[in-house]
Structures are given as structure tokens and as C-alpha cells.
């Protein structure tokens, strides 16, 4: 994919050069489309098989949603659009014509003044930072895809894992539309794919890597540094020679220091650091904390608003729930209509398949693997980060599907496992 985003900056520093004498900057966005799709047409073409007949109609099933929601907004609005998305879409807008807006506090933080800068080189419509979405989202599944190549996972697993990916609403619609959830969601599994490469390789190069691109990710939402505590609990307890995990009182100690550091650095001024900035919004007091975790964060489809959190013992013992209602809301008990059944549907009943394929299938025959463990621990303080902070459906499906290709990994991970020792026992057998 890297020919179809190098056409592309190409296209827009064009479009740059020439824009002084351009007029209609709607007609040459969309020119700028019908140029650069040849390219990802070629590129896609060069995967074979199955996996190149689920990307081709992905790619334009991606396209179509883009379409319906830049010109069919009178007839169809898509969930989520809206709202955040033209609040994004103005504040780049006014950065693209206004660059000493860079500096300054703005709607939609960093993530705006990205799209102020892809403005102002190429043509200021909101169709150029959709697409760019759309190319993210299929990055994204390539990206899977040879995370798999390098775990050596069999093509029906693979096939069956991209498929999901390629046709889940949420992955097509959060690709589709103008919001920053694609972008982060690259980053995540862009630093995934690169720490497999130090899990494979003992590089401490893709370790340090792996990690600086997570942190990108983290400045456009603080959320998915839980992360890194999985990334740094690999690298003090996994040893590469044995493929175990060696746990020592010396290595715990370093792993509880790091860990601790990450958890309590709210006591520093975080405003200066940027992929923790955010944070400073909830945590200037541990009774901002408190606040957040006990709700009302707004809107019809809140939940658990009742909630009353004091004091860490409390926080401590409703996490499991906030937890739960963040991955699966809207909750049946929460329904409020035909939307709330059709994202439950739609969207949070493929994460509880998921999760209960998980608990059941790691409790069977992936206790000791350490790949599995350390995804788990990513998985669980990214939840639980995400858990406390929200309290309102909506939300909660924006901020989980930034980590859903992490849970499909684990996911496919674990019936890897399992299937490989169903071999191995009707072989003995």
C-alpha cells in the first residue's frame, strides 16, 4: 500500500502547486479519487486468491459509505456521522487557511490541524480526509493480514478473521466517515504488527518502534496507551530463547515501576506531554476520577448513571462492570429503540462472541503461551482505561473498535492453538 499513499501525497502537492489558479476544489477532490483508485486497484491486485476477492469489494463497499455520507446525508445519515465529524471538519477547514491556527487550541485537537494540513496542500473538501480513511481502513487489513503471515496462521483462519474485519458495520462505517477513529486504529495495529516483529526477532529496534508509533497513536486519544503496559510487560518477562515467560522478583520490581509510572503520572503536568494530555481533562484530582467513573457522561444512550464511586475500593470492585457495559452496550436492558437493537446486533454482539470464544478457548489450551498472555494484558488495561472513562453507549462503540483488530488477533491466535493441538491429539489417538 505504500505506491497508493505515495500517488496520493503526489497528487495533492499537484494539486498545491496549482491551486492559486483552481476554483472549484470539490471537482479536482474527487479527481484526485478517480486517480489514485487505479493505484489501490493495482495494489490489491497483487493479493491472489480469497484474500483479494474479500479486500476488492471491501475497498469499495468502504467507498460507497463515503459517497452516502458526503452526498446522501438528506436521505441517509450514517451513525456517528455528525456532530464530531463537522466539528472536524470545520476546525480543518479553518486551520487550511489560517496555518498560525497550529498553535493554537482548537475543535478536535491534533486530529484537526492533520486535516488543516492535508487542506491546505490539496483541496479543502472534506471528501480528500474521508477517503484517506477509506485507504487507512484497508491498510489496516493488509496490515492483519501479514501479522497472521508472520504468526504462521493457516489461510482458513486468516480468510475467515479478514472476512469479519472486511464486512464488520463498524469497521466499514468508522472507514467511511469523517472522524479520527480510522486513523488511531492504524496506529495501533501498525505498532502491533511491528512488536510481532520483536516478538519473532528479539530486535530491540522494532521493540523501541513498535512503541514510538503507539505513542503517535495515543496523541489523537490517551486510551489506547494501556497498550503499552502489555508491550512492557513482553519485554521484562518474555524470553525469546526459551519462549517462556521467566518471572523473577528483580524483573517484577522493574515491571511494577514501569507500570506504576504510566498509572500515576497524572501527579506531573501532563498538558506538556501530549499523548497524555487528554487525561489531565478527569485526573488534575483523584475525585475527578471518581466523577467519571460513576457516569453520567451524557446523552440518550447513557448508562450506569447512578453509580456513586468515592473512594478506590469502590472504583476497584465496579471496574469489572464498567468493563462489561463499555464492550457490550447497548445492553438489551438499555434498549431504547430499533438503533439500540440494531447496534447490539450489529456491532456489540460480535464483541461478546468474541469475548466468550476468548474465556473459553483460553481456559482450554492457552494458560501458557505468552504471546496470548501479553495480548491479554494489553487487552484488559485498555478496557479497564476506557471502562472507567466512559459511561454512555455511543461512545463506548467508537472507543472499543480501537481495539477490535487486537481482540481478532487474540481471537484467531487462540484457535490457532487449539486446533493445532486437536491435531496433535488425534495423531497420538
Same mark, same amino acid.
Given at each position: &500500500?505504500?505506491?497508493?499513499?505515495?500517488?496520493?501525497?503526489?497528487?495533492?502537492?499537484?494539486?498545491?502547486?496549482?491551486?492559486?489558479? +483552481?476554483?472549484?476544489?470539490?471537482?479536482?477532490?474527487?479527481?484526485?479519487?478517480?486517480?489514485?483508485?487505479?493505484?489501490?486497484?493495482?495494489?490489491? =491486485?497483487?493479493?491472489? =486468491?480469497?484474500?483479494?476477492?474479500? $479486500?476488492?469489494?471491501?475497498?469499495?463497499? #468502504?467507498?460507497?459509505?463515503?459517497?452516502?455520507? !458526503?452526498? =446522501?446525508?438528506?436521505?441517509?445519515?450514517?451513525?456517528?456521522?455528525?456532530?464530531?465529524?463537522? =466539528?472536524?471538519?470545520?476546525?480543518? *477547514?479553518? *486551520?487550511? @487557511?489560517?496555518?498560525?491556527?497550529?498553535?493554537?487550541?482548537?475543535?478536535?485537537?491534533?486530529?484537526?490541524? +492533520?486535516?488543516?494540513?492535508?487542506?491546505?496542500?490539496?483541496?479543502?473538501? #472534506?471528501?480528500?480526509? @474521508?477517503?484517506?480513511?477509506?485507504?487507512?481502513?484497508?491498510?489496516?487489513?493488509?496490515?492483519?493480514?501479514?501479522?497472521?503471515?508472520?504468526?504462521? *496462521?493457516?489461510?482458513?483462519?486468516?480468510?475467515?478473521?479478514?472476512? !469479519?474485519?472486511?464486512?464488520?458495520?463498524?469497521?466499514?462505517?468508522?472507514?467511511?466517515?469523517?472522524?479520527?477513529?480510522?486513523?488511531?486504529?492504524?496506529?495501533?495495529?501498525?505498532?502491533?504488527?511491528?512488536? %510481532?516483529?520483536?516478538?519473532?526477532?528479539?530486535? $530491540?529496534?522494532?521493540?523501541?518502534?513498535?512503541? !514510538?508509533?503507539?505513542?503517535?497513536?495515543?496523541?489523537?486519544?490517551?486510551?489506547?496507551?494501556? %497498550?503499552?503496559?502489555?508491550?512492557?510487560?513482553?519485554?521484562?518477562?518474555?524470553?525469546?530463547?526459551?519462549?517462556?515467560?521467566?518471572?523473577?522478583? /528483580?524483573?517484577?520490581?522493574?515491571?511494577?515501576?514501569?507500570?506504576?509510572?504510566?498509572?500515576?503520572?497524572?501527579?506531573?503536568?501532563?498538558?506538556?506531554?501530549?499523548?497524555?494530555?487528554?487525561?489531565?481533562?478527569?485526573?488534575?484530582?483523584?475525585?475527578?476520577?471518581?466523577?467519571?467513573?460513576?457516569?453520567?457522561?451524557?446523552?440518550?444512550?447513557?448508562?450506569?448513571?447512578?453509580?456513586? !464511586?468515592?473512594?478506590?475500593?469502590?472504583?476497584?470492585?465496579?471496574?469489572?462492570?464498567?468493563?462489561?457495559?463499555?464492550?457490550?452496550?447497548?445492553?438489551?436492558?438499555?434498549?431504547?429503540?430499533?438503533?439500540?437493537?440494531?447496534?447490539?446486533?450489529?456491532?456489540?454482539? +460480535?464483541?461478546?462472541?468474541?469475548?466468550?470464544?476468548?474465556?473459553?478457548?483460553?481456559?482450554?489450551?492457552?494458560?501458557?503461551?505468552?504471546?496470548?498472555?501479553?495480548?491479554?494484558?494489553?487487552?484488559?488495561?485498555?478496557?479497564?482505561?476506557?471502562?472507567?472513562?466512559?459511561?454512555?453507549?455511543?461512545?463506548?462503540? #467508537?472507543? #472499543?473498535?480501537?481495539?477490535?483488530?487486537?481482540?481478532? %488477533?487474540?481471537?484467531?491466535? %487462540?484457535?490457532?492453538? &487449539?486446533?493445532? /493441538?486437536?491435531?496433535?491429539?488425534?495423531?497420538? /489417538?
Amino acid at each position: &500500500m505504500i505506491l497508493v499513499w505515495m500517488s496520493l501525497l503526489i497528487e495533492l502537492l499537484v494539486f498545491y502547486i496549482f491551486k492559486p489558479f +483552481i476554483e472549484n476544489e470539490e471537482f479536482f477532490a474527487v479527481l484526485i479519487l478517480l486517480i489514485n483508485i487505479p493505484f489501490v486497484l493495482y495494489m490489491i =491486485g497483487k493479493y491472489h =486468491g480469497k484474500f483479494f476477492l474479500i $479486500l476488492f469489494p471491501a475497498f469499495f463497499i #468502504r467507498l460507497l459509505f463515503m459517497f452516502v455520507d !458526503i452526498y =446522501g446525508k438528506n436521505y441517509i445519515t450514517l451513525p456517528h456521522s455528525g456532530g464530531d465529524s463537522e =466539528g472536524f471538519l470545520a476546525s480543518g *477547514i479553518k *486551520i487550511s @487557511q489560517d496555518l498560525s491556527l497550529m498553535s493554537e487550541e482548537i475543535y478536535g485537537g491534533l486530529y484537526s490541524k +492533520i486535516l488543516g494540513l492535508i487542506f491546505y496542500l490539496g483541496p479543502a473538501d #472534506r471528501i480528500i480526509g @474521508q477517503y484517506i480513511n477509506v485507504l487507512l481502513g484497508i491498510t489496516t487489513i493488509v496490515i492483519v493480514w501479514k501479522i497472521f503471515t508472520n504468526l504462521e *496462521i493457516n489461510d482458513k483462519l486468516k480468510l475467515f478473521s479478514i472476512f !469479519i474485519m472486511a464486512v464488520f458495520p463498524s469497521a466499514i462505517i468508522f472507514s467511511s466517515i469523517l472522524l479520527r477513529e480510522a486513523l488511531i486504529t492504524f496506529f495501533v495495529v501498525w505498532s502491533f504488527y511491528i512488536f %510481532i516483529k520483536w516478538y519473532k526477532s528479539s530486535r $530491540l529496534f522494532y521493540f523501541i518502534l513498535s512503541v !514510538i508509533i503507539l505513542l503517535i497513536g495515543a496523541t489523537f486519544h490517551s486510551g489506547v496507551i494501556g %497498550i503499552l503496559i502489555g508491550y512492557i510487560f513482553m519485554l521484562v518477562f518474555y524470553n525469546h530463547n526459551s519462549n517462556k515467560l521467566n518471572f523473577s522478583i /528483580k524483573s517484577s520490581v522493574v515491571f511494577l515501576v514501569f507500570t506504576s509510572f504510566i498509572i500515576v503520572m497524572n501527579s506531573v503536568p501532563l498538558e506538556n506531554i501530549p499523548f497524555l494530555s487528554k487525561i489531565t481533562q478527569y485526573m488534575d484530582e483523584i475525585d475527578d476520577l471518581y466523577d467519571v467513573a460513576s457516569g453520567g457522561g451524557g446523552g440518550g444512550s447513557s448508562y450506569l448513571t447512578n453509580l456513586s !464511586i468515592n473512594n478506590p475500593v469502590e472504583l476497584l470492585l465496579v471496574s469489572p462492570i464498567k468493563i462489561v457495559y463499555f464492550l457490550f452496550s447497548p445492553l438489551p436492558w438499555t434498549w431504547r429503540g430499533f438503533s439500540d437493537i440494531l447496534s447490539f446486533f450489529s456491532d456489540s454482539l +460480535i464483541y461478546f462472541i468474541i469475548s466468550y470464544s476468548l474465556i473459553l478457548n483460553f481456559k482450554k489450551n492457552n494458560k501458557k503461551d505468552p504471546l496470548t498472555i501479553g495480548i491479554i494484558i494489553m487487552l484488559i488495561t485498555t478496557l479497564l482505561i476506557f471502562g472507567i472513562g466512559i459511561s454512555n453507549a455511543g461512545t463506548a462503540m #467508537r472507543h #472499543r473498535y480501537k481495539i477490535f483488530y487486537i481482540f481478532m %488477533i487474540l481471537f484467531i491466535i %487462540i484457535k490457532k492453538t &487449539m486446533n493445532s /493441538k486437536d491435531k496433535l491429539y488425534k495423531k497420538i /489417538k
